[in-house]
């Protein structure tokens, strides 16, 4: 499912103020793993290396900072933002890792363990979110067979929740963030040093975009929709490239790699809108068999809105690919 957040659910601003201290305060402070008390700075001209650890401590203090919410689940944007965290510490141990030592592969795998239970309950929050969205527009008359509909998701999310709790108590999960820290942190006096520019980061993002390029001409006139997620994924670490490197990047650099990010992120919102519609429809037909006759009616509408959701993302995405390729090219020949 997108990243995006929907319209969840409402919070009142009295259990906002009542439950944000809480939400807010890391069960695991950055202390305690070993970091400083506030974030690396990091200056363009710094090595690669240096790069990679600033940006790994920075997301995995994001991480920390909403742990407690998405323990609580009083707001699914605390879980959302988890998994955005982890997702970018993922791509940037998948790009980079060598430069910060052997162990950055086995971090980067005990975080997509991680990440398959974040995301098996971000996948129910979005769709749950939507699903509320579309039905609210529905004639009152169908409103009640589709908040019926939608109580199956929700009780579905609720065994998933519960399995991400266990996880986030785990011996794995505490042993995980000790092992990103120690790679955040500074390397041992022992430790040879490195010998790469920072420009290397730059000039690195060629790779991702070389990837995301080969997968787009690969695709036939009317892609598999498994084919356009996977594309989206590519673009999603092309993004997360051009983020770090955008730290090492001169002024006029920089300016082209924000361009290239902000072309990579409508990338990723219109192949997510694409997925969002292809899984909105695939789950509610799943629930037809035991649906009665008004929850039926209510299903085939919202999987007739999901397919024409679907079409409108099929219609657009080569122009909006042409516009990532467009901005990577001008970042590589700048």
């Known amino acids: 499912m ?114 398959q239970s974040l995301g098996e309950v971000r996948d129910y929050d979005v769709l749950i979110g939507h699903l509320r969205e579309v039905i609210a527009e529905f004639e009152v008359r169908d409103q009640a067979a589709g908040r019926r509909l939608v109580s199956r998701f929700v009780t579905e999310r609720g065994s998933a929740k519960r399995r991400l709790t266990r996880a986030l108590a785990s011996v794995r999960y505490s042993t995980l963030l000790r092992d990103v820290s120690r790679l955040a942190a500074e390397p041992a006096a022992e430790e040879p040093t490195v010998d790469i520019r920072p420009t290397d980061l730059v ?42 490197a955008q730290t090492s990047a001169k002024k006029k650099q920089a300016v082209r790699i924000k361009a290239l990010i902000k072309a990579t992120k409508n990338f990723q919102t219109v192949l997510g809108d694409h997925q969002d519609a292809v899984v909105a429809a695939e789950r509610v037909r799943g629930i037809l068999d035991g649906a009665d006759g008004p929850m039926g009616f209510v299903a085939g509408r919202i999987a007739e809105r999901e397919l024409a959701r679907r079409a409108e993302a099929r219609a657009v995405w080569r122009a909006v690919w042409a516009d990532v390729d467009h901005a990577a090219k001008a970042v590589h020949l700048g």
């Open 2 to 115: 997108s990243d995006r957040s929907p319209n969840i659910h409402v919070v009142t601003t009295e259990s906002l103020s009542q439950n944000s201290a809480v939400r807010r305060r890391p069960t695991t402070t950055p202390a305690e793993l070993g970091l400083g008390e506030s974030p690396r700075e990091i200056r363009p001209e710094d090595p690669a290396p240096a790069h990679v650890r600033a940006k790994l401590d920075r997301e995995i203090r994001a991480l920390l900072t909403h742990e407690p919410g998405t323990r609580s689940g009083a707001d699914p944007e605390d879980l959302h933002q988890m998994r955005v965290a982890l997702r970018r510490m993922r791509s940037v141990l998948k790009l980079s890792g060598v430069l910060v030592g052997p162990d950055a592969e086995p971090v980067r795998a005990e975080l997509g363990w991680l990440g």
């Open 203 to 244: 000039a690195g993002l060629a790779k991702p975009h070389r990837r995301l390029a080969k997968a787009v001409r690969a695709l036939p006139a009317d892609p598999p929709d498994d084919d356009l997620h996977a594309l989206r994924i590519h673009g999603k670490r092309l993004r997360y490239a051009a983020e770090l």
